[in-house]
């Protein structure tokens, strides 16, 4: 399946990697009927270069704005401050309700989306399936 995200949403996404440096950036991009909407920058509730988590306030209003706006949680992205673009073991599970046996999806059918920016002056954006605790690439197009 492909992405389609428009280059303002990719370019923030980038932007917002830069921001938060030297931490990993968080964020989410809502969507309806299969079209992005609006991205939203999530602050890091970690503040770590090695991991994030979205800060419960901050997921709390977009849970909220999904529900009264009839969204979806399109994407889930972050980005990786020194490695490639590919999601961790952590990433992975996290991706997954804690416990869960076989792993149960977090956001079923979220796209989710890694900055990666191990070069500072050309950062790789890559799209990927998190499903059942498994990794596939998605095609990633620009609007």
Not at 113 to 125: M, Q, T
Not at 127 to 139: F, H, K, L, N, T
Request: contains cysteine; negative net charge; glycine residues 4%.
């Amino acid at each position: 399946m492909t992405l389609r995200l428009p280059r303002a949403m990719i370019e923030e996404m980038i932007a917002h990697a830069r921001d938060d440096l030297p931490n990993e950036a968080c964020g989410v991009i809502l969507g309806k009927d299969g079209r992005a909407v609006e991205l939203r920058r999530a602050r890091n509730a970690e503040a770590s270069p090695y991991r994030y988590s979205i800060h419960p306030e901050d997921l709390f209003h977009f849970h909220k704005e999904v529900e009264e706006r009839d969204l979806e949680f399109m994407v889930i992205y972050h980005s990786h401050v020194a490695s490639e673009a590919y999601p961790s073991p952590t990433d992975v599970r996290l991706a997954q309700w804690h416990g869960t046996d076989p792993p149960t999806d977090m956001y079923p059918g979220a796209y989710y989306v890694l900055v990666s920016l191990a070069d500072r002056e050309k950062p790789v954006v890559r799209a990927y399936r998190i499903q059942g605790g498994q990794v596939s690439e998605e095609q990633l197009e620009t609007e």
